[in-house]
Each structure stands twice: as structure tokens, then as C-alpha cells.
């Protein structure tokens, strides 16, 4: 069975450019989550899909952040215009209905904002 | 807001030496779980000690729960270079929805 995958697994971009990252849960997963580990600093919920609706956003930074889950499979995170401060790794995370705690994680995103 | 808290933050032992790394909270929770990050790599989930459980144990690894201390501890024995890695606990909140929490990590050093 496939795990977590993410794309891309590194991102170099400049101040003020856009970057998509995307994840492709363990197929049958209805729940889908977003992370950010800063560098030194506490992996940090980002939001929670159940299927295609956000369960739970407050976690999102601010609006330059936006999380899509088109038809309930893979998830996309835009970051529109990057910052500095949003480099980090980004990892996303999928488990089944009602079993939150046994998520299986993606390999993460590393995005590198200059 | 509830927050594991790893310690130490970083740790660096003899390989074949035993690493203790110890992980605090401060709600209620469900359960407990202990996680690998290998440098580039993703989590890895290494373990899960539910609330009403005080020790367990996978291989090399031993995790103890004390809820009257809201603490944690992972125990790796025998430690080998391939344990190099940093490690997270995070909690699951006991209360209302569910949500995982991460700490900062332990940054584990294992000189061959």
C-alpha cells in the first residue's frame, strides 16, 4: 500500500512568489492534515480536512496561507506571496475516520523562502 | 494551550550507550505517541502509550507515561548510528475535538 506522498520535496523560491505544495493521502483516508516544523521549532498544526471540508483551520498562519482538498483526495497548500518566515518543512498527514491518532505522515516539503 | 515539551532538546551519546528523552505536557490526554525524523526524512511513528497504560515497550524502545506528572519518557537502549534522528512526542487532547499536538523535538546525536 502507498503511504503519504508530497510533492515537491524541496522548494527554493524568492520573497513575494507563489509556491503550491501538494499531498496525496493513503488512499480510503477522509481525514487529511497540514503541518509546518520552523527550523528549531515545535511541529505546528496547520488545519484538517475530513474529506473535502476544513474541520479545523486555526492553525493557518495568516491568508497568504490557502488549503484546498478538491473532491476529497489529494490537497494542495498555496502559499501566495511567500515570506521569509515561512520557511520550514511542511508535512502532511492522513488517517482513517475516528482514529486521529494514528496518523501516517507524508516525507514532508521543504520550502526554502530567500 | 496544551504543548509536548521535549528534554532535552539535543543529546549526544556513545553508540551502545542508552538514550532517555523525556517529554512533558499540560492537559489531559488520550494517549501519547513518539516520533522519528530523520534528517530529510518524515515522521516516523515509533510508538503509542494510551492513558490508562504506564510502560510499553517495541524492540529497543521503551516508553513510560506518568499522568499524575503529565510526563513521558522514551527510552532507546543500545543506541546505533542509524538512532540519529530527532524525536517528538506528541499528545492527543483528552477533551472535545481531537486534535494532535507536537513538541519541539529532541535532537539525538549517536557518535559511532
Known amino acids: 500500500e502507498a503511504g503519504v506522498t508530497q510533492f515537491p520535496s524541496h522548494s527554493v523560491i524568492e520573497k513575494g512568489q507563489t509556491v503550491t505544495l501538494r499531498c496525496d493521502p493513503i488512499s480510503g483516508h477522509d481525514n487529511l492534515y497540514w503541518y509546518r516544523r520552523v527550523m528549531g521549532k515545535e511541529i505546528k498544526f496547520l488545519l484538517h480536512f475530513v474529506k473535502e471540508s476544513k474541520q479545523d483551520e486555526s492553525g493557518m498562519p495568516n491568508n497568504r496561507f490557502l488549503a484546498e482538498r478538491t473532491g476529497g483526495t489529494y490537497s494542495t497548500l498555496k502559499v501566495q506571496p511567500a515570506e521569509l518566515e515561512d520557511s520550514g518543512v511542511y508535512f502532511c498527514a492522513s488517517s482513517q475516520v475516528g482514529r486521529v491518532y494514528e496518523q501516517y505522515f507524508g516525507p514532508g516539503t521543504r520550502l526554502t523562502v530567500t | 494551550s496544551q504543548q509536548g515539551e521535549e528534554d532535552p532538546q539535543a543529546l549526544s551519546i556513545q553508540e551502545g550507550e542508552n538514550a532517555t528523552m523525556n517529554c512533558s505536557y499540560k492537559t489531559s490526554i488520550n494517549n501519547l505517541q513518539w516520533y522519528r525524523q530523520n534528517s530529510g526524512r518524515g515522521l516516523v511513528h515509533l510508538i503509542l502509550?494510551?492513558?490508562?497504560?504506564r510502560e510499553k515497550h517495541s524492540g529497543r524502545l521503551r516508553v513510560t507515561l506518568d499522568t499524575s506528572k503529565k510526563s513521558s519518557s522514551l527510552l532507546i537502549t543500545a543506541s546505533r548510528a542509524a538512532d540519529t534522528a530527532s524525536y517528538f512526542c506528541?499528545?492527543?487532547?483528552?477533551?472535545?475535538?481531537?486534535?494532535?499536538?507536537f513538541g519541539i523535538g529532541t535532537k539525538l546525536q549517536v557518535i559511532p
Open positions: 506528541a499528545t492527543v487532547y483528552s477533551g472535545g475535538y481531537q486534535k494532535v499536538t
Open positions: 502509550i494510551r492513558s490508562n497504560e
